[in-house]
């Protein structure tokens, strides 16, 4: 069974008489330890397909089951509690919580998980120093740059050791170097940790280091199910 | 709560506008409590007096020092049927009229004192009270004010006494007050009020009916040079405070707009609060917190800053309450202002309760806001 199975999912926007419809019918399942990229023309529904994967939005129609779970079936203070436990969710910019450092906001998954003191410090030393940022604990969002930040929202996006990471257009804000570093960290966590990844992107290169790479084009999902190599070769070209 | 931190942090972030909202909270309640101490020592006054006593004062005077009744009408009183016991006595003050800082000396015959007034000595002696002519009983409440003890001597207008006593009573009103030797207030340099008192005050006897009584001693003054006017003692007391009562009662409005005020201001503050940070509650909620965890944690922020600000509010209205030695009096009946452990715990609760109600609406909306079209909009 894979680790994550969308049926059937329909998304609707009604405004009047005026129907949008940016999921028709989208099925697609993610293996665990999978790297999976989504592309497509802006508008085209890719955030809306991520936002149902990770529990913060609900079809018009169809089933989300993530590791047996019909997370579609969900109360909203269930699905909050399911989403604490085994989504990490890294966003385009303004992952953290301003006020908080970055110790306290890569913390903030494990305070509402039944963790002890002593076990969230020693999960949160773990995540900043796989994202390289054990020296920055201390820092506030203000005083780290865009790529820390970044990499901070990835810290806690994995720190409760999630079932899948969603990423929504991770390195959309970022230069080239820091795009760079983060993908290479991206992988890293892929294939020494074994993280699952749904990764949203505009970006070629982005796309290039996924296992799979997915594409949503009018409603319809297209499964082009190309191995990561051969990607990585055609964008070199 | 594992958030508090977060809550705290919150706050500080926005530290002048928390600042700001507390201090608008803490002056409201500071209002609040202030009123609510000074309407509890009015209430005192009308509430410490049984209906069995009665006063009897010159017709048409409403100033103790205008108030002059022959020393010798206590017995024609006291002859009445009805009557049980009677009490002459003459008040000497140092101010007629609202004044914050007025000394009312009331002079009674010492050994007839305890028949009427029911005292315990916290210090000092009776004997000593019975035999100086220039002594002084002072209640406990007046002796804190004024940081007096026994032995001390003030000055009240033109006459000096020595304190011979310090007493508690049941009465808090009755703490208030200044005994001196009836005497002592009648032979003083230039008071010129020999065989003169101000009011009698009377027992009724067990069975009489007080207002029959009351009236039977109108009626035999009827025909002389001084009439009088006979009251319930509390009903008078609280006619002599009557304007002061009416301006205290527009003040308890204040009070209660006091509430509303701050309702609306750590309402408002929230709110922002709330609409600044509709992303920030977006993120929370995609990391996992539920719509009630949210709204608990917009509850916490308003109940911190209500809370904070009333303890800061009433704290302070207390100190200045009871060791302010403030007191208001007029026509010789005088009012302490105090606050009791209930009031305080009124103020805090109040505080309390108003935070996490001004919180109410702001945390509603920030639950039950969308998270996708949070994140979207921002
Ligand atoms: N609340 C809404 N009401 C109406 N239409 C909406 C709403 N939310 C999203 N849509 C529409 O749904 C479609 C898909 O939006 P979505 O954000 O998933 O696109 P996207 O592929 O992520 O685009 P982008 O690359 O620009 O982020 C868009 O046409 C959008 O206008
Ligand atoms: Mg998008």
């Known amino acids: ?96 919580i301003p006020v908080l450092t970055a110790f306290e906001n890569v913390e903030l998954p494990l305070l509402l998980l039944p963790f002890s003191r002593s076990e969230r410090r020693k999960r949160v030393a773990l995540a900043l120093e796989a994202v390289g940022l054990s020296d ?102 | 709560m594992r958030f508090l931190r977060y809550v705290l942090k919150s706050l500080w972030g926005h530290r002048t506008r928390s600042l700001l909202t507390v201090g608008g909270a803490a002056v409201s309640l500071f209002v609040f409590t ?76 010492p050994q007839k004192l305890r028949a009427f007034r029911d005292l315990s000595l916290v210090a000092g002696s009776f004997s000593e009270f019975e035999t100086r002519r220039d002594a002084a009983l002072v209640g406990r409440t007046v002796a804190d004010r004024r940081r007096l003890r026994v032995g001390d001597k003030f000055t009240v207008g033109e006459l000096t006494v020595t304190v011979a006593g310090v007493f508690s009573a049941s ?33 009724v006897a067990d069975g009489a009916d007080p207002v029959a009584v009351a009236r039977a001693i109108d009626e035999s003054f009827r025909a002389d040079r001084v009439q009088t006017d006979t009251r319930a003692k509390g009903v008078f007391e609280s006619f002599a405070v009557g304007d002061l009562a009416e301006l205290v009662g527009l003040a308890g409005y204040l009070g209660y707009a006091c509430i509303v005020l701050v309702l609306t201001l750590v309402s408002s503050t929230t709110m922002m609060t709330v609409q600044d940070r509709a992303r920030e509650y977006a993120v929370l909620q995609t990391i996992g917190i539920s719509w ?28 200045v309450l009871n060791w302010g030695g403030l007191s208001l009096a007029t026509e010789g009946v005088s009012v302490a202002f105090s606050a009791s452990g209930g009031l305080v715990a009124i103020g805090l609760t109040v505080a309390m309760v108003i935070g996490l109600a001004a919180g109410v609406f702001p945390a509603w909306q920030a639950a039950r806001s969308d998270i996708v079209e949070a994140l979207r909009s921002s």
């Open chain 1, 1 to 96: 069974m894979a680790l994550v199975e969308v049926i059937d999912v329909v998304k609707e926007y009604r405004k009047g008489e005026h129907v949008i419809r940016p999921l028709d019918e989208v099925s697609l399942e993610i293996e665990r330890h999978e790297f999976v990229s989504l592309m497509g023309a802006s508008g085209s529904g890719k955030s809306t397909l991520l936002n149902l994967i990770a529990g913060i939005d609900r079809p018009t129609s169809g089933e989300v089951i993530v590791n047996g779970t019909a997370i579609t079936r969900l109360s909203r203070r269930q699905l909050a509690h399911w989403r604490a436990a085994h989504i990490g969710y890294v966003f385009q910019t303004h992952n953290l």
């Open chain 2, 34 to 109: 202030f009123v609510g101490g000074v309407r509890g020592g009015m209430d005192q006054i009308s509430s410490g007096w049984n209906e069995r006593s009665l006063i009897v004062f010159q017709i048409h005077r409403f100033c103790p020092e205008t108030s002059r009744l022959p020393e010798a009408y206590g017995k024609t009183i006291a002859a009445l049927p009805g009557v049980a016991d009677v009490l002459p006595m003459r008040v000497f003050m140092n101010n007629c009229g609202a004044t914050l800082d007025l000394i009312v000396l009331h002079g009674v015959p």
């Open chain 2, 171 to 203: 009465n808090p009103a009755v703490e208030n007050t200044i005994y001196t030797p009836l005497e002592f207030l009648q032979y003083g340099r230039g008071l010129n009020s020999v065989g003169m008192v101000t009011q009698f005050e009377v027992k």
């Open chain 2, 292 to 319: 009630d965890g949210v709204f608990r944690l917009v509850l916490a922020e308003s109940a911190v800053l209500g809370g904070l600000g009333g303890a800061l509010g009433v704290t302070a209205a207390a100190a």
């Open chain 1, 136 to 237: 920055r604990a201390d820092h506030y969002p203000r005083q780290l740059s865009g790529g820390q930040e970044q990499r901070v929202g990835i810290a806690r996006a994995i720190v409760a050791d999630p079932l899948v990471v969603v990423a929504d257009e991770p390195t959309g804000d970022l230069d080239a170097e820091s795009t760079e570093q983060i993908l290479e960290l991206l992988m890293r966590l892929n294939t020494e940790l074994g993280t699952t990844f749904l990764v949203v992107t505009h970006d070629p290169r982005t796309a290039g280091i996924a296992q799979r790479r997915l594409r949503l084009e009018k409603g319809k999902l297209l499964d082009r199910d190309c191995p990561a190599h051969v990607a990585t070769i055609t964008e070199d070209e």
